[in-house]
Each structure stands twice: as C-alpha cells, then as structure tokens.
C-alpha cells in the first residue's frame, strides 16, 4: 500500500484528486493502492451508484510501449475470463490526458501475502479449500487460452461473498500470455525474457524458456507449500542464486520445511507432481489437480470427524424419582457422517415353528391370558382393510402437505420476497451459467473481437447466429448481443434484444448492464415506451440508487416519473433518506405546491450539496398549472441554492 497522500513512487507530481471524473461516468473516491506500472484508485459509477476500483497507468509510462501493451493485454486476458474466481474487468479506457485505464470489480477483503504474514501458515483445510478455488479460477483461464505468469499471494484476493468465507479472487493478469498471440516479434512473451515474481517462478520462466499453463501449477505448487509450512520453497540473498535453486535445487519436502507440523495424507505427493522440473511431470490441467485437491480434503474431514466421534462424549444430568438427587452419566454422541461402507444387514432371528411351552408356576395357576383384540383379528386377516387404510392415511397426509404450502406461500406473498433480498448469489448464479455458454469457440471469438474494440465486427458475428436455434433461445446470446448494440449507440435494438434476454431469464433485471440499457432506453424519444415498460415489470432492489438519482435529478418530465412509479412498485421510496425523500417531491411534476413547500420546509435548513442539482432544476423548470416552483416557494429558493454554492451560483429570473 504506497502512501497516498503525497506524490506516487513513480514520479508522478499527485495522485489524481478526489472527484476527478474519467470518460464523464467514473469519479475518483481515492488510491488505496500503487505498484510499479499504476496506482489502484476506488472510484464510482456516477450513474449506477456502483463503487468500482480503477487502475491508471503511471503517466511517465505511457511513452513505453511495452508497458503500455502490457497493461492493456492486463485488460483484454481479464475481461475474456467470466468466472467467480476471477476478478472481473468491466471498461477500460484512455482519460482526459490520454493515460490508460482498467475499470474493475471493487474488493473488500486482504491478500493471501497479508494473511501470510499476520498468521505464517494456514490449517489444512483453509489451504485445500483456497487452493481449491484457485485451480478453478485459473481452469478457466486456461481453457480461454490465457497463462497467468505471476501467480502469488499477493494476486490472490480472499473475500467474504454470499456468507463464505475466503472466497478466491484471480487478480493482476498484467503480464498474462494469451496463446493465440499472432505477433511472436511484437508478443510480450518472447523467449528468454523472465517475468514474474523471483519466490514463485517456474524453472522454465526462471531460464527463459518457452512456457504454458503448466507454468501457473508450478506456482500454485509454490503458493500451498507457503502455506503449509509458513516459508518459501527457495530463497537465496540474491536473485540469480533464487532463480538457479528453482532451475536445479530439488526442493524441500513438508516435513523437512516444517517437522512440527502435521499435513493431511496425500497431500505432498500432490506437492512432487507440481513442483517437478519438468512439465511433463506436472499435472496435465487445473481441472485435476482440483480433483484431487477435493479428494484430499474429503478424505482429511472424515479422518478428523471419525477421530472426533470416538473422543466426544456429552455430560447430561438425571433426577432419579426417588430422591430427586442428581447424578451424571455418560452418553456417546453419535454424530452423522458418510458411510464408506454399505451397512451390514442384520440376521433374520430364528423362526419358531411352534409357540414355546407355557410354564406353570408351582402353585398351579397361569400367567395372565393376553388381552383379546377383534379389531386386530380383523387388521391381520384382511388385507382390503389394511390397503384402505393406509390409501386414507396417505391422502390425508397429502392434503395437510398442501395446506402447509399453501399457508407458506401465502406468508411469503405476505413478506418481502425472496430474490430482493440476495440479488449478490442471482448476480453469481448469472456469471457461472454464462461463465459455461461463453466456452462455445462462436461466442469466445466474437468476445475476443468486443475486447478489441471491433463492435462492428463482433455485432456482425452475433447476428449470424441468431438464425441457429441453440442461440436464438438462449438469455446469455441476447445480453451479449444487447451490450454490443448499446455499445455502439443502437439503443432501440439493444433494448429488443434486453426484452428478449428478460423474457427467458428475468433474473438478468440483476445484472448492471442491463439497467444501463434501460436508462439509455428511457433518454431515448424512440425507445422510452419499451424501456419504461420493462423497467417496470423488472424493478428491483438493486435499482434503488439509479432511480432515486433519477427521480430527482434528471432534466425529463417523463424520465422522472417513470422512475418514481418503479420506486413505487416495489416500496423502495421507504429505504431511501428523509432528504431524497423531499427532493423527489419537489421534483414530482404532478405534485401540488401544497406538497412542494411542505418537502421545501424539510430541507430548508440541511446543508446538503447533494440538494443542488434539483434545487437548480426546479428553479428554471414549471410544475403546476404551467407556474415556476419559485413562485410557490418564494425567495427561500433561490436563497438556498446561494448558500449550498457558497453564494457563487449564478441566479434564475423568479
């Protein structure tokens, strides 16, 4: 983390300042981060109340055009890669002094280094599952065609998603090599030149030589024996002499890293196989190392659940009914776990042929005679009985069950619904489906074409394959091709194929992109009808920010009561702060002057700059009966609008 508030490491006069905007849609909150080719800005969306983190290119750097490539290969590898365990690019883009910039999901939580660093090592099961989720990650890479190259800890991102723990996420595909690169004299990627970070690279990036994904398992491999054993696998004072023990050195095994420690069974063999010197050695893909990963670990979490279920006993207390004295006794707990083995069925007991002999006592009477039972006589005779029986029983049991989830169904109907309230696992259920259709080569290759900015092309491509089935019915094929069309300023087609993609999956109202559509849609004399209808019948929680600012901010009479009707729709007006509240009355068209001066009153004496922009509206605009608002509430108007700009705003003719 580089100290913010000074110059930048690079030699850059400043950090760019808080509210500096980019491409008129991002404003800058602040860097909380630099490293040797930019600093990590968290920014926001101005439009979609979205905090984003931004990464710019060092000014001094641009004039390298190695550099300048290779922070641009950093957003074409990111942006081909759509997975959870991945961090996600959205833009990318030059600012206003011609200085490139990545746009990327904001992460709140520390790297897997800072977690080293506070804790040294991490239990097995932590590791495996971590290690896990970056073979998962890294797959998909891989399957894109993209190597990483530099893979640490220090790129690697543990978030609290969806209520888990140490969610994985891939960062820093700055110097990633795409396999399909054509320009081997251009490539960033030519032989003999070392990349990556001197502790977790590969022996052939340690002496230059050709690389693929292979090299990322090696690092992998690296990155679990730190954290198992707390210590690198090699180090050396000097970097050559690092790079020479990666090359020749055999490395060190668990037990001789860290002989007080204990390791989960199988899993240095796993270790041999990724830190071979040779490739061919290692594992052939991500996929199955993960496989074997998940096998360990299963197999360590039976092994600690049956030690546990031998150890664990629980302590209870009984009243005795005689004398209500109290005394412990011991009860094993038996606690539920897999069966490896099938159950062995228990022997059939020995049938009698004929009814034991009735014993007499001494004094020559008989035990008592069992009590007699016609109804059971009955029940064992006649089978009829027996099927109506149970045919009732079930029936009835039916009918209670319908009863629950009717009642049920009606309580939720009752409460806010469902899909309101975790619009984060929809948005991560969308990106793995589309994670899995974006593996089809068509849609791989037309997304290659997007990142390159060649929208043209890839528009032309997308709307080939609308005459194949597979794709004419599929919500993935329609976002992408909607995102295309807005890109390249055909909002009323964009919103058409918006409408298609909602009305086969309308879990995609979730998605960012598809807001965005609408909100173009709705500034559009030719699309406002379609897109004012479908953001009504798909508003939703995550919509909250966007059509409040746009309620009472925007310059159109119709944009803004659209979206106080959504607001409306589904109750969102009463999660929102008094004073957004107010300034959404004073900018109601259709609201009486009566409520205009009431919503005034409220707000009257907050200093709010945030007020500013629909004071200044509705101080030049008309509202009932074709009269100015400045009319209905008098002098105090203008006087606040002066005392949120400091007494420098420019007036309006009353």
Known sequence: ????????????????????????????????????????????????????????????????????????????AAAKIDHPNVCTVTDCGKDSLGVFFIVMEFLEGESLQNVLDREKRLPPDRLLSIAIQICAGLDKAHSMGVIHRDLKPENIMLIRKGGQEDTVKIMDFGIAKMITDEAPATSLTQAGMIFGTPHFLSPEQAAGDTIDHRTDLYSLGVIMFTMATGRYLFDDQTVGGL??????????????????????????????????????????????????????RESSRMQEQSALDQETSVQVSIVDDVSFASRPITIPVDVERPRTEPPVAAEPAPVQATPPPIDRPVDGTLPPHPVYSHFGDVWRRNPRLRVLVVTLALVCAGALLVVILSFTKILQEGGPAQEETSPERIQA??????????????ITNILSLSVDKKDDEALEALL?????????????????????????????????SIESCLSIEPDYAYDPMTLEILVAGLRDPEGFTVAAGLLRNNVNVTMKDTLEQLAREDASDDVRRTALAALKRKNLLAALEPWKLSAIVLA?????????????????????????????????????????????????????????????????DP
Do not use: W
């Not at 069974?265 to 496989?291: C, M």
């Not at 094929?477 to 909002?491: F, K, P």
């Open 1 to 76: 983390m580089a100290d913010v508030k000074g110059k930048s490491r690079s030699g850059e006069a400043t950090y760019l300042p808080p509210e500096t905007m980019l491409e008129g849609k991002y404003r800058i909150v602040q860097p909380i981060a630099e490293g040797g080719m930019g600093v990590v800005y968290k920014a926001e969306h101005v439009l979609m109340k979205k905090v984003v983190a931004i990464k710019r290119l060092h000014r001094n750097l641009m004039s390298l055009d190695q550099v300048v490539q290779r922070f641009e290969r950093e957003a074409q």
């Open 243 to 296: 790079l020479r023990k990666h090359i020749s050195s055999p490395p060190p095994t668990l037990i001789e890293a860290a002989p007080d420690l204990g390791f989960p069974e199988g899993l240095q063999p796993i270790l041999d196989k990724l830190l071979a010197k040779n490739p061919d050695e290692r594992y052939v893909s991500a996929q199955v190392l993960r496989e074997h990963l998940l096998y360990i």
């Open 429 to 442: 259920a969308l990106e793995q489906k589309r994670a899995l259709f974006n593996e089809q080569p068509e």
């Open 464 to 496: 080939l394959l609308k005459e194949k089935e597979m794709f004419r019915g599929n919500p993935h094929y329609y976002y992408h091709l909607a995102n295309i069309q807005a890109r390249s300023g055909s909002v009323t087609e964009a919103l058409a």
């Open 588 to 652: 109601d068209p259709d609201a009486s002057c009566d409520e205009k001066r009431e919503a005034f009153a409220l707000v009257r004496d907050l200093d709010e700059k945030a007020l500013l922009p629909t004071l200044e509206l509705i101080a030049g605009g008309r509202s009932c009966e074709k009269q100015k608002c400045s009319l209905c509430l008098g002098e105090g108007l203008e006087e606040k609008i002066r005392a949120l700009t400091g007494g420098a705003g420019e007036g309006h």
